[in-house]
Nanobody, 123 residues
Framework: QVQLVESGGGLVQAGGSLRLSCAAS????????MAWFHQAPGKEREFVAA????????YYADSVKGRFTISRDNAQNTVYLQMNSLKPEDTAVYYC????????????????WGQGTQVTVSS
């Protein structure tokens, strides 16, 4: 079992930046591929970014490439999402997720989910 707690969301103007953090419990964090998803009101949850166990490879949705950066610190059991050049369409609840084994980074399955953190981008 692993518990995930997101933080760092908030209200920001278009063009601004936010850094989300996801703290994980447990001593096996470094064995989990990690990802960020988001869900806007009335829409399905969508993939945003993922990172391999070591942090050596990253994957992004086309809509965030060049603007968002996912990273992880296995010593701190934390995964981050640096979001730059934010747009109103980035407004959503952002969730981090962990997969207990090798998975399709874009679609999962991801077994463990955090409670989410709200990101609101004003125009």
């Amino acid at each position: 079992q692993v518990q995930l707690v997101e933080s760092g969301g908030g209200l920001v103007q278009a063009g601004g930046s936010l850094r989300l953090s996801c703290a994980a419990s447990g001593r096996t964090f470094s064995t989990y591929p990690m990802a960020w998803f988001h869900q806007a009101p009335g829409k399905e949850r969508e993939f945003v970014a993922a990172v391999t166990r070591s942090g050596g490879r990253t994957y992004y949705a086309d809509s965030v490439k060049g603007r968002f950066t996912i990273s992880r610190d296995n010593a701190q059991n934390t995964v981050y999402l640096q979001m730059n050049s934010l747009k109103p369409e980035d407004t959503a609840v952002y969730y981090c997720a962990a997969a207990p084994k090798t998975t399709n980074y874009y679609s999962g399955p991801y077994t463990y989910w955090g409670q989410g953190t709200q990101v609101t981008v004003s125009s």
